[in-house]
């Protein structure tokens, strides 16, 4: 099976691709690689372009520049042979409320042209794969929304596509359901496929093999979830216990220079650059009845120290 | 307020049928606490909201919120307190001012006191600038805070928030919760409930919620100091599926 474009071993290569809608620019320039039996995730918020980029890979929008390939061909000129390989699941996946499992599924196997020989066997694994075949018979829209979301992965895996794009699958689902889900991306990963994942949330980061930070159509930031973090170029303290009030006063009502305070809850973080500052910290918070501990950033952090940077730029490890 | 408890609830139930949504659910949040509601789907979480927010009658137990007997006192429990959904309903071909106005009117508030209110909430939500403008044409950020100030404009002494920051992107994210310490410090309790735990990590206590019953109730460093796990994600994982 060829299921890479000779060239780089890709099987979703993005290169250059910009994409507005009127005057509103949605993809300024975006390249992008996804190798079969990898997880690439497309991270940023409403708005980063990340649901144009997915349309404009699956072929169901054309971009103004730059070209997007599916296993090799490209998704602008032959739409029909890249649906023909790819699975797209959309924000708002149309399930059939008033049908059961089963029928939705034979449903999308109709519209895919699945051949009947290879209905039964194919519909089985699925059932199996997703643990919905305790559910074959309930009406989808009796389902809970993890369930519904499996069943939508189910459908759009109908024609064993090599290729899988999924726009923010996992809204809205429990994190005990997420759980699962991603379980099941990386099972479908195992078995060569190539999957680009959009998420807002940045905790969901750390599932993929690789990310791309967006942000107003751009990457800002791009590789192992490990190595994005490490792009943040400050140190963290956090500050916890019951002088926690205490503390936050002491800091913003005696700001250090270039010491920034943000609060989570319970807990304070401190962003700063060096020793002298974390001593100046610590010498400050001596008697406010807080701990002091360094914590390693996270991909959060260094999102929203990318943002902060001048326009352009990509934070490349 | 000093004494009473913003919401407090005991062995507060709610059946469908058979079907218990909500089992004897005991809670205790204090003025100006920043709570965090967590659990599953299907875990009762929006039932018990639903009570609380004297949407749905109890088939038990009893609870008060911002003073007033949940399932008696249901007028005065409505203009108490304030609603926010990720999910906010604005309307989008008003200014920022007309959506403020038109909420705080919704609640019985005089066109002084709107004004009045307006010009305090606007600068505190860095909307000041943008009261002119039409709702549909500002950024998400802008929105959400519009919204969550449509939520405080009859100045609740409780604030339920519904997964208030999905979507939005990390600095708008921070910059949202700085407003809710900035009300939470003025004395509004706040109640949140969401499936990220990333906004769970924001909350001073939070509550777990399986199957009807809240299993687990403690600040996010206690609840991570007791169950080994390294985030709220990890912690809820391993409350959740045990």
């Known amino acids: 099976m060829n299921a890479a474009d000779g060239m780089s071993g890709a099987a979703i290569r993005v290169e250059g691709l910009r994409k507005s809608y009127g005057g509103r620019a949605a993809v300024r320039g975006l390249d992008l690689a996804v190798a079969p039996g990898r997880i690439c995730g497309l991270i940023g918020p409403d708005g980063a372009g990340k649901t144009t980029t997915m349309r404009i890979v699956c072929g169901l929008l054309r971009p103004d520049a730059g070209v997007a390939r599916v296993l090799g061909r490209d998704s602008a000129r032959e739409p029909r042979a890249v649906r023909e390989r790819l699975g797209y699941m959309p924000q708002r996946f149309s399930l059939y409320p008033d049908l059961t499992v089963a029928e939705n599924l034979r449903f999308f196997a109709d519209l895919f042209g699945v051949p009947a020989s290879e209905r039964v066997r194919r519909e089985a694994e699925l059932m199996e794969f997703s643990r919905l075949g305790p559910f074959r018979q309930r009406r989808a829209g009796q389902l809970s929304g993890g369930m519904k979301q499996k069943l939508a992965l189910s459908c759009t895996l109908i024609h064993t596509p090599e290729v899988l794009v999924l726009d923010e699958p996992t809204t809205g689902v429990d994190p005990v359901s997420r759980r699962e889900f991603w379980r099941i991306l990386r099972e479908l990963a195992g078995r060569g496929l190539a999957l680009l994942v959009s998420t807002p949330y940045m905790d969901e980061a750390g599932l993929c093999d690789e990310v791309v930070l967006m942000h107003e159509g751009r990457a800002i930031a791009r590789g192992t979830p490990d190595e994005v973090a490490a792009t943040f170029p400050r140190r963290l303290l956090e500050v916890r216990g019951a002088g926690l009030p205490a503390a936050l006063t002491i800091l913003t009502t005696s700001p250090l220079p270039g010491v920034k305070v943000h609060r989570y809850g319970d807990r304070l973080h401190v962003v700063h650059d060096d020793a002298a500052q974390a001593d100046e910290v610590a010498r400050l918070l001596a008697n406010a009845g807080v701990e002091l501990h360094p914590v390693a950033p996270g991909i959060e952090d260094a999102f929203v120290e990318l943002m902060a940077a001048p326009a352009g730029g990509e934070a490349t490890p | ?242």
């Not at chain 2, 007997?69 to 309307?91: E, H």
């Not at chain 2, 990590?201 to 777990?208: D, M």
């Not at chain 2, 403690?218 to 409350?239: E, H, I, N, Y």
Request: glycine content about 14%; hydrophobic content about 40%.
């Open chain 2, 1 to 242: 307020m000093s004494g009473e408890a913003a919401v407090f609830a005991r062995g507060l139930t709610r059946r469908f049928g058979d079907f218990t949504a909500v089992e004897s659910l005991d809670l205790e949040v204090a003025g100006g606490e920043i709570f965090g509601f967590l659990g599953a789907n299907g875990a009762g979480k929006t039932t018990a909201i639903r009570m609380l927010c004297g949407l749905l009658p109890p088939s038990g137990g009893e609870a008060r919120v911002a003073g007033c007997r949940v399932g008696r006192d249901t007028g005065a429990l409505k203009r108490r307190i304030g609603y926010m959904s990720q999910r906010f309903s604005l309307y989008e071909d008003l200014t920022v001012l007309e959506n403020l106005e038109f909420f705080g009117g919704v609640y019985g508030l005089g066109r002084a006191e709107l004004a009045a209110r307006a010009d305090e909430l606007l600068p505190r939500l860095g909307l000041d600038a943008e009261r002119g403008r039409l709702t549909g044409s500002l950024p998400l950020g802008y929105k959400q805070r519009l919204s969550l100030g449509c939520a405080l404009a009859h100045r609740p002494r409780v604030l339920f928030l519904d997964e208030p920051t999905g979507g939005v992107d990390p600095v708008a994210r921070r910059g949202f919760w700085d407003l809710i310490y900035e009300q939470a410090a003025d004395g509004v309790t706040v109640f949140v409930t969401t499936h990220y735990m990333d906004e769970a990590e924001y909350c001073g206590r939070v509550s777990i919620m399986v199957q009807g019953r809240v299993v687990a109730l403690d600040t996010p460093s206690g609840l991570k100091a007791r169950t080994g796990g390294v985030d709220m994600q990890d912690v809820f994982l391993r409350l959740v599926d045990a």
